[in-house]
């Protein structure tokens, strides 16, 4: 689900793939409902390339250090700097369907 992109209005939001073992890496940021960039990188061959680059990507050319960068940006805390022990939640949307039963008195029999 993380290589997706999730649009939240006034919000921004950061997904991404990391996964050093296959060397492939996702980055999807969305801004106030706005796609703003996407990366994917498999095995060193960039496969999708989309939006105005970040900053950091100036100096930097390694995915997994973009994307440490944009989890501090997000969360205010460095990567290396969570706790082990720490936790996070997962919340899923839902659409709520309201059904309106109307009942017609003339036809109701006691």
Known sequence: MAAF???AEQNDVFSFVLSEMTMTFCINYVKN???????IEAEGELHENVGT???IEQTEDDYSEVIY??????I??????ID????CKRYTFQSLKQT???VNPAKVSL
């Open 5 to 7: 992109e999730f649009y």
């Open 33 to 39: 409902g706005t796609p703003r960039r996407t990366i």
């Open 53 to 55: 680059p970040f900053e």
């Open 69 to 74: 960068h944009l989890i501090e940006k997000t």
């Open 76 to 81: 205010g805390e460095s990567f290396y700097d």
């Open 84 to 87: 082990l022990e720490a936790t």
């Open 100 to 102: 309106s039963t109307t």
